[in-house]
């Protein structure tokens, strides 16, 4: 059976030569998105720590969850640890499957807007990935036309409205890459992998995991009070804190990139606190912060 192909991104090397108290940011990302997009959060980051961005290549062959999981196993087996897993919109439901059976490969997890097991069966939800599907057939239809960057630019790309202002936070290089590996990017995969989405999410949602990890929730309202609450439902259902960001941004990492540093940061400082679970989920408001971010998850003026 054949397997979705994974390849690693990163500026950091599996043989650095790092030490393996330096954990190592895998990032999942959501479907359909490229890896240029994390650059704002390697920024934030600032070099405390390597981020490997895992892209992926489904086929029409792919036979389901199972073969995503295998795949992700494959791709970390450079990166013996500690690792915090990342995990957007759909990465973050494979994220969450890959952690609860890799418990002792995860030093933590993130979840940015994950997509719940609640969407299971939920034709809106369906729907929504055929439209946001055919935005990438469109985008590279039109390609040789300039048009999609021209969206990009003024913040009327369906699924990157965030770009002109996490662009503007990147340096000239930088953000003409990010644009050009958007453009570039829209390719058969993503939207290959935006219609398998119901199914691989009806199969998660037959076998719920509850990873057992230390676990941050990011959430946004992006599609709505249900969307909103189904976060809530996932950082109670794992006993995590949960940091809303009160706004309607799907794509946190480009919104709020500190916000999403501080949570990797919080995870990476002090194993002993990471270790005591809340009672109860903490629902924050989340708040981006001033000066570059560190381990100690506090800012620094």
């Known amino acids: ?19 393996v108290q330096t954990p190592t940011v895998v990032v999942l990302p959501g479907a359909g998105d490229s890896a240029a997009s994390w650059a704002p959060l390697r920024s934030e980051l600032n070099a405390e720590m390597p981020v490997v961005v895992l892209r992926r290549r489904p086929t029409a062959s792919v036979g389901g969850l199972a073969d995503y999981l295998t795949a992700v196993t494959t791709e970390l087996t450079p990166y013996p640890g500690p690792l915090i897993v990342v995990g957007h919109s ?11 059976a890799h418990p002792d490969h995860v030093y933590g997890l993130v979840l940015v807007d994950a ?20 935005a990438l057939d469109l985008t590279r239809a039109l390609r040789p036309t300039g048009v999609p960057s021209a969206l990009l630019r003024a913040g009327l790309h369906p699924l990157y409205p965030e770009y002109p202002a996490a662009a503007r936070a990147l340096p000239p290089g930088a953000r003409r890459d990010w644009r050009q590996a958007l453009v570039a990017g829209a390719d058969r ?35 709505g009070p249900t969307w909103a609450a189904w976060q809530r439902r996932t950082a109670q259902d794992l006993n995590c804190p949960l940091w809303e960001t009160g706004d309607r941004s799907h794509n946190i990492h480009l919104r709020h990139p500190r916000l999403l540093a501080h949570a990797v940061c919080q995870l990476a400082a002090d194993p002993g606190a990471r270790a005591t679970p809340a009672a109860q989920p903490i629902v924050t408001r989340g708040r981006p912060t001033t000066g570059p971010v560190t381990r100690r998850g506090r800012s620094q003026s």
């Open 90 to 100: 759909f990465g973050g439901l494979l994220a969450r499957a890959w952690a609860g």
């Open 115 to 134: 997509t719940p097991y609640q969407a299971a069966g939920r034709r809106s939800i369906a729907l929504g990935m055929h439209a946001s599907a055919t």
């Open 189 to 223: 995969y993503g939207a290959a992998e935006l219609r398998q989405m119901p199914s691989i999410i009806r199969q998660a949602a037959t076998a719920p995991t509850r990873p057992r990890v230390p676990t941050i929730a990011l959430a946004s309202s992006a599609y």
């Open 1 to 19: 059976m054949s397997q979705p192909g994974l390849r690693a991104t990163t500026g950091v090397s599996a043989s650095s030569g790092r030490s």
